[in-house]
């Protein structure tokens, strides 16, 4: 189990990929992200894939194919077709390096309530390469028609720019917040890490650093092996995104395929070196299997922070 000496020891060089890419032009990979959304999600136009994807794309949905066209193939086969057609709003876009990830709102076209039915919030990362999408991961879950806190899923904090070294100081507040605040179950270490006013956006947390306290607590008695395992941080100006492996027994560690276990997008929000707001995107079911043969966490970028 990774300790905040270990975490401070090796900061300068467990904060970049396995295999680190050259330095990507971020927001032309962000307008890429941008592109699929307006053409492909919400325009539907299947013309224009091979513009934007790789044709052999790695999917890491356990319900879709690998591949451009079979993505295509996919999606008008189990949603279009049927009538199933939703308008994906992008909340947040966050990148780094070759990675952008998106925070988005998927509801029927002209539902413009963050409370409404159906909608689904998703949290996606793609991987880019050569200017096109390589690699993808993705969760999502169905938006409540309230929260504990009073707070949707989508509102909140403004993104702004940061220098590096900020960024990277703010991955490590938040791989503490995770190996300590979760991993190792020390509540007291929240204390200097998470604001007492913090915002909360999961549905089922209260505002509050109490509140937080409260709620890692009953889960803890319920769960008292349960473990986070980070597989990739994203830090763009004053927003860190981890995607994360939960599992819930000690001894499916580093089993991908283990049952029951989940998966979630935390997006943070840091303020001066805190967690000040929180959003998270998540599942705890995830499966033993998936069409393409991959899991939700295996593929490029992962992080060697151990």
Known sequence: MMNLTRITAICATSLIPLAAPAL??????????????????????????TEYMAEDLIQHNPLEPDGAKELAEFFEAEFWSKGLIMNAEIIRIV??????????????PGMDDPWGQPSFAIGDIYRIEDGKLVEHWDVG???????????TMFEGGIWHAEPEEVEEANKLVVLKY???????????????IVAEDWIAHNPMEPN??????????????????????????????????????????????GNDWAQP????????????????EHWDIGTRDVPASSVSGHSMFDGGALYNYR
Request: aromatic share 10%; proline share 3%; charged share 25%.
């Open 95 to 108: 990148a780094e390096d070759d990675l952008v990830f998106t925070q988005s709102r998927w509801a029927p």
């Open 141 to 151: 879950q169905p938006v409540p028609e309230s929260s504990v806190n009073g707070n």
């Open 208 to 253: 509050g650093l109490a509140g937080l306290k409260a709620v890692f607590g009953g889960f803890f008695e319920q769960t008292p092996e349960v473990h986070a395992d980070v597989k990739r941080l994203i830090a763009d100006g004053n927003l860190v995104v981890a995607h994360n492996h939960y599992t819930i027994n000690k001894a499916d560690r």
């Open 24 to 49: 990507a032009d971020e927001a032309a990979n962000k307008a890429l992200v941008e592109r699929v959304f307006e053409e492909f999600y919400n325009g539907r136009n299947v013309d224009t894939l």
């Open 261 to 276: 276990a989940g998966a979630t997008f935390d997006i943070f929000r840091i303020e001066d070196g805190v967690i000040v």
């Open 178 to 192: 995770f190996e300590e605040g979760i991993n190792n179950q020390n509540l007291d270490a929240l204390d200097d």
